[in-house]
């Protein structure tokens, strides 16, 4: 570590002299000189102010006074670790509050994206480590809208996960910024949405499932049938099938699907589990015995599922 500055109350930039890999939270330990006590490091991010400089961020803040940061088993790129007389470095706290707003560091896809994977997965990265709730919406050119599903890979980090997109189709995802706060101090990234809008692959790169549903029953009542690919972590994909079962899933990314359908008695669109006062049944279900495989370029048909 070359240097250790506190850039307001709840915010220390550390300066190394090369770059160091690997880096996690648990291993910088910050410490008032005097009394001891310890002030929990919530994230380290690396730093846009500066080569080999990163961001430590505390929780609770820090005070005027002298503080102590220790770093323990960080390496440099060949392996090597900070030796033991230089782990620890002091440094002068600041009482200022931190009134800079997290930012978007980068948007996967990108505005004007082409070519974009059909089993992508959207990823946003952000400056300061950020509560969990997040408002985005994905839609097509039509203006129809598909579902996400989002996940944080890290403090910093998050994934929108959606079905598989159609081939050499264009979309707009948009991303409430006033949704998004950041985990210290509740501060939002803005008060706008940020929007952006790209186009998908070729379907060359895409295959496709075909097959019917069989109702033992014969009932008149619609069928639900849904592709899940277990290969990647996307949403799985749905449609209705037709009146005589039949149901088709175009555009799908190569890989292994697993199917299954319901007959869809409240037509919510997705299945029920039923529930047991008032006593309602459960919509009746069925999958595909296996997996299917769906090739680029290549219709795979055939598939049968059975409703009891």
């Known amino acids: 570590m070359q240097s250790v500055e506190a850039q307001n109350a709840a915010l220390l930039r550390v300066k190394f ?6 880096v996690t939270a648990p291993q910088f330990t910050v410490t008032d000189s005097v009394s001891g006590a310890p002030h929990a490091v919530v994230a380290v991010l690396p730093s846009a102010r500066g080569k080999y400089a990163w961001d430590v961020f505390l929780a609770p803040p820090l005070g005027r006074g002298r503080y102590l940061l220790r770093v323990d088993s960080l390496r440099d790129k060949a392996g090597h670790e900070i030796p033991e007389a230089l782990r620890s470095v002091a440094f002068d706290g600041v009482d200022a509050a931190d009134t800079v707003k997290p930012s978007l560091l980068s948007v996967s896809p990108a505005a004007r994206a082409t070519d974009v994977s059909l089993d992508s997965v959207f990823e946003v990265r952000f400056s300061h480590p950020m509560r969990a709730q997040v408002g985005a919406t994905l839609r097509d050119s039509l203006r129809n809208a598909l579902p996400l599903e989002a996940s944080w890979a890290s403090l910093t980090a998050l994934r929108l996960a959606h079905p598989p997109l159609a081939p050499e189709a264009a979309y707009t995802l948009c991303i409430e910024l006033a949704s998004l706060r950041d985990s210290l101090r509740g501060m939002a990234v803005a008060d706008t949405a940020f929007c952006v809008g790209f186009t998908t692959e070729k379907a060359s790169s895409a295959g496709s499932i075909s097959g019917a549903v069989t109702d033992r029953r014969g009932t008149a009542l619609p069928k639900i049938v849904r592709a899940k690919n277990v290969e990647k972590k996307h949403l799985p994909v749905q449609t209705r099938a037709a009146a005589d079962g039949a149901f088709s899933f175009p555009g799908l990314p190569a890989g292994r699907y697993m199917l299954d359908a319901w007959e869809d008695a409240d037509s919510s669109g997705a299945w029920s589990p039923g529930k047991p ?25 055939g598939t049968r599922i059975t409703l009891p």
Not at 279 to 291: G, H, I
């Open 277 to 301: 006062f008032p006593f309602a049944p459960s919509e009746r279900f069925a999958a595909a015995p296996d997996t299917v495989r769906v090739r680029a370029r290549w219709e795979t048909s």
């Open 17 to 22: 002299s090369e770059e160091p890999v690997g």
